[in-house]
């Protein structure tokens, strides 16, 4: 993700290359980052990152600690942190880096095509042109949204962070379901990706809800109205709100932990 985030802030031309300087320890993804052409591509840190204004955490939420204990050293009161680590809280970067500018933010994979969804929220101590500024680097890869309450970052993980695994799973469903109804795999593949790239476009381009658009497809007695029937018999709504009610819950529990 911190690739994506760093080739989309040079697709956006807000950053050139020679304003990152990227860390990476491992050997093979430095000489796949270079040929990339990322020119500044580090292996270990040094006095480098004294010298920067804003520091992306990029890194699994488990290696935090090992990364908290590396840049320590190098960091004073005006550096500015952006994590898109999941689950790790504001206060715990705050007490393992020691300083309190810190950006909490939650992307989804999308982000990788710049089409991605991120909630953010940040340390009182974060200045209003820095979070300005963050915003603009975090909407290269999409959209952004701020929230004042850094429990909505947990929400946001069950709904738009883990969401695209959930569009893939109802996608597949639907694939199955259509070779069952004899169509081949590739047919059924562009039956249902197009579905869902139309109806996502259709609705971005009126002001409709989603309930106004199940009402324009549906016809009484007609052939959606008998699945939607099926769905409801089956409670999937309810379903599909008990998952992501899960999925908030687990974030919690990791954010904890």
Same mark, same amino acid.
């Given at each position: 993700m911190g690739k994506s985030f760093a080739q989309s802030f040079l697709d956006a031309h807000i950053l050139r290359s %020679?304003?990152?300087?990227?860390? *990476?320890?491992? /050997? %093979?993804?430095?000489? *796949?980052? *270079?040929?990339?052409?990322?020119?500044?591509?580090?292996?270990?840190? +040094?006095?480098y990152i004294k010298d920067t204004e804003l520091i992306i955490l990029a890194v699994k939420p488990q290696d935090s600690a090992a990364v908290f204990a590396v840049l320590k050293p190098y960091l004073n009161e005006d550096h500015v942190i952006l994590s898109i680590m999941a689950g790790v809280k504001l206060e715990t970067m705050a007490e393992g880096l020691g300083i309190k500018k810190i950006i909490r933010s939650m992307p989804n994979l999308p982000a990788q095509v710049g089409m991605g969804m991120t909630a953010f929220t940040a340390k009182d101590e974060v200045g209003r042109k820095e979070l300005i500024?963050?915003?603009?680097?975090? %909407?290269?890869?999409?959209?952004?949204?701020?929230? +004042? +309450? /850094?429990r909505m970052? +947990?929400?946001?993980?069950?709904?738009?962070?883990?969401?695209?695994?959930f569009v893939y799973y109802f996608m597949n469903s639907m694939m199955k379901a259509a070779k069952q109804m004899g169509f081949t795999e590739s047919q059924a593949d562009v039956l249902v990706w197009q579905t869902f790239i139309g109806s996502i476009h259709l609705q971005n381009k009126n002001n409709l809800s989603c309930e106004d658009w199940i009402a324009k497809v549906s016809s009484k007695g007609g052939t959606t109205e008998a699945a939607l029937k099926i769905f409801e018999a089956c409670d999937l709504e309810k379903g599909i709100v008990q998952g992501l009610e899960g999925a908030f819950k687990r974030a919690i529990e990791l954010g904890d932990s």
């Amino acid at each position: 993700m911190g690739k994506s985030f760093a080739q989309s802030f040079l697709d956006a031309h807000i950053l050139r290359s %020679s304003d990152l300087r990227i860390l *990476e320890k491992n /050997e %093979s993804n430095c000489a *796949e980052l *270079e040929k990339m052409g990322f020119a500044a591509v580090h292996r270990v840190p +040094d006095n480098y990152i004294k010298d920067t204004e804003l520091i992306i955490l990029a890194v699994k939420p488990q290696d935090s600690a090992a990364v908290f204990a590396v840049l320590k050293p190098y960091l004073n009161e005006d550096h500015v942190i952006l994590s898109i680590m999941a689950g790790v809280k504001l206060e715990t970067m705050a007490e393992g880096l020691g300083i309190k500018k810190i950006i909490r933010s939650m992307p989804n994979l999308p982000a990788q095509v710049g089409m991605g969804m991120t909630a953010f929220t940040a340390k009182d101590e974060v200045g209003r042109k820095e979070l300005i500024s963050v915003q603009n680097l975090l %909407s290269t890869t999409g959209k952004a949204i701020y929230f +004042d +309450d /850094e429990r909505m970052i +947990d929400a946001a993980t069950a709904v738009s962070g883990s969401g695209p695994a959930f569009v893939y799973y109802f996608m597949n469903s639907m694939m199955k379901a259509a070779k069952q109804m004899g169509f081949t795999e590739s047919q059924a593949d562009v039956l249902v990706w197009q579905t869902f790239i139309g109806s996502i476009h259709l609705q971005n381009k009126n002001n409709l809800s989603c309930e106004d658009w199940i009402a324009k497809v549906s016809s009484k007695g007609g052939t959606t109205e008998a699945a939607l029937k099926i769905f409801e018999a089956c409670d999937l709504e309810k379903g599909i709100v008990q998952g992501l009610e899960g999925a908030f819950k687990r974030a919690i529990e990791l954010g904890d932990s």
